[in-house]
Structures are given as structure tokens and as C-alpha cells.
Nanobody, 121 residues
Framework: QVQLVESGGGLVQPGGSLRLSCAGS????????MGWYRQAPGKQRELVAV???????NYADSVKGRFTISRDNAKNTVYLQMNSLKPEDTAVYFC???????????????WGQGTQVTVSS
């Protein structure tokens, strides 16, 4: 059974940092492109970071320079390091595995369950 399990969300003050983790079971994450999406209340789900199979990364303009996506193949885990967090980063964050159709465009095969990130003072 393929599962993606996110962790690491929580409440953080503006300017703070969080690291999200996405652990894979029943699947080798290194065989796929991996992405982090987020969905704020009343808004569409948006792709914020992509890590291709070859190790290239792409980011949404809104997070560029603040977020970093990475992968640890030994732990079969993908991370999203989020620095300089802003209130507008508040959302449920989902990891996704799939393939890349174009820059910042994924064809998603499976989703994680999501983890809440709240940025507030």
C-alpha cells in the first residue's frame, strides 16, 4: 500500500521556521518527482515547490528564496524547509508524488494527508 505521511506542521510566529517531512512507505520516493502543495481556506490548492527525479528544484515566486525542497533517499523522505514565514503562508500543506509535465506543473499520482501550518503572532 502506497502511503505518503507528512509531519512537522504547527504554529509559528512570523519570521520563524518550520521543516515539513513527507515519509514514503510502499514506494521509493527517489523514483518520482515530488512536490509540496498548499491550500489556504477558500483558495485553490497551489504547487509551491517541486523536486524532479534528476534533482532539479523549482519554486513558486511567493516562496522563492525562503523555502527549500530536498530529499533523503536513505530515509525515503522529502522535506520542505520553510524560513522567514509570513502569515500568508498559513495553509494545509500536502506532499505529492508523480511526474512533471512542465515547470511548476505536476501530474500527481498520490497525495499525503496534509499537515497544518499556521503563521501568527
Amino acid at each position: 500500500q502506497v502511503q505518503l505521511v507528512e509531519s512537522g506542521g504547527g504554529l509559528v510566529q512570523p519570521g520563524g521556521s518550520l521543516r515539513l517531512s513527507c515519509a514514503g512507505s510502499g514506494i521509493f520516493l527517489s523514483a518520482y518527482a515530488m512536490g509540496w502543495y498548499r491550500q489556504a481556506p477558500g483558495k485553490q490548492r497551489e504547487l509551491v515547490a517541486v523536486l524532479t527525479r534528476s534533482g532539479n528544484t523549482n519554486y513558486a515566486d511567493s516562496v522563492k528564496g525562503r523555502f527549500t525542497i530536498s530529499r533523503d533517499n536513505a530515509k525515503n523522505t522529502v522535506y520542505l524547509q520553510m524560513n522567514s514565514l509570513k502569515p500568508e503562508d498559513t495553509a494545509v500543506y500536502f506532499c505529492a508524488r508523480g511526474s512533471t509535465a512542465a515547470t511548476m506543473t505536476m501530474i500527481v499520482g498520490s497525495w499525503g494527508q496534509g499537515t497544518q501550518v499556521t503563521v501568527s503572532s
